[in-house]
């Protein structure tokens, strides 16, 4: 093969992955041009929990029950290839709040309701899962499984980046109170029976084909849990307007309660709670991935800190509520925070 012909890195976060052309041989090649393989980024971090051990595994386990994810093959042990999908992510582009096409908001209706209809004993079957911590305690109790969220971003997220980032976040005014807050609650919760729930539908995951179909791709977030966390983790990625976020949640919750009945049980009730844990969630990710995009400590690239800077500005913002600063940094107060950040001896 001519490396011309290989296309990658392709942007992502937690993998680097290679687009290039199928041989004849290959039994992708019938439906697909171009193959994609994938390899874990060394030394990522990884900021929500996840439940199944291989992503790739997991896509084989859903072929023919979702329509339209990659078809994923295993080329040898534990080395897969998946189908390329050509076309282009909604991600791409200036307007990230711009409204679905009428044709979308259809596939994405038709994605809610095929994911919550998996049977996840069945899942348990075929794909190795990780240890039970990842799990829930008990099918249907929401509650404890917003509790794990709280307890793996207080805990593996806050506490174990805590001695590099203490000071960054004390600046900021992100405190880790703001999450045991969110337990409160918590405990009010309606239950919901559990589903498989992809856990991150923001735009790039989305790809329009070139016949104008919506697929959706990088399932390594998925899980078993309340499946009214794929709407709250869908609103908060997607950045709607609040007229199309109102449409959307009643799409996704006539979709899931003609699927699995009780799925969107009290939705109207309990998704702030959700939405309340996801916006305080990412002012931690964020301000952790900021520092970590802007380079070593001694030699910073300070190009990137306006844009870096913005991105926290504008997840503290939005998570104004739940964390209850005395006020919102402004941007200039944020970039002041990072720059000391930089300049200070490393702990």
């Not at 072929?63 to 909604?90: H, K, M, Y």
């Not at 991105?311 to 739940?322: D, F, S, T």
């Amino acid at each position: 093969m001519d490396a011309r012909e290989v296309e990658g890195p392709l942007k992502g976060y937690h993998h680097e992955a290679y687009a290039f052309p199928l041989p004849p041989e290959n039994p992708l090649s019938a439906r697909w041009a171009r193959g994609k393989l994938r390899a874990p980024r060394p030394g990522v971090l990884w900021f929500d929990r996840r439940c199944f051990d291989s992503e790739d595994r997991l896509l084989i386990a859903l072929q023919g029950r979702i329509a339209r994810i990659p078809e994923t093959v295993e080329v040898v042990p534990d080395v897969f290839l998946q189908g390329f999908v050509e076309g282009r992510s909604l991600g791409a582009g200036p307007l990230s709040g711009r409204t679905l096409s009428s044709r979308h908001e259809s596939q994405l209706a038709q994605l809610f309701q095929e994911v919550v209809a998996i049977k996840t004993d069945e899942l348990d079957r075929l794909v190795r899962t990780c240890a039970p911590g990842g799990h829930p305690a008990a099918d249907g109790d929401s509650a404890a499984f917003l509790n794990r969220l709280i307890d793996f971003t207080a805990e593996d997220v806050h506490d174990r980046h805590a001695r590099r980032y203490g000071a960054l976040f004390k600046a900021l005014g992100v405190r880790r109170s703001a999450l045991d807050a969110l337990r409160v609650p918590a405990g009010r919760l309606t239950c919901r029976p559990f589903t498989l729930v992809h856990g991150d539908l923001h735009r790039s995951n989305f790809i329009a084909a070139e016949d104008g179909d919506l697929w959706t791709i990088d399932w390594e977030l998925a899980m078993i849990g309340d499946p009214l966390y794929e709407l709250a983790t869908h609103l908060h990625l997607m950045r709607y307007t609040q007229r199309d976020a109102d449409r959307i949640g009643e799409l996704w919750a006539q979709a899931v309660e003609a699927a699995r009945p009780g799925a969107a049980r009290a939705w109207r009730q309990d998704l702030p709670h959700l939405l309340a844990y996801k916006r305080t969630q990412s002012v931690f990710t964020d301000v952790i991935r900021a520092a970590e995009a802007l380079g070593p400590r001694d030699g910073p690239n300070w190009r990137l800190l306006p844009r870096a800077a913005w991105r926290v500005r504008r997840a503290l913002a939005a998570a104004a509520g739940p964390l209850k600063p005395e006020s919102v940094p402004t941007l200039a107060q944020v970039v002041s925070a990072y720059t000391n950040w930089l300049r200070a001896p490393a702990p």
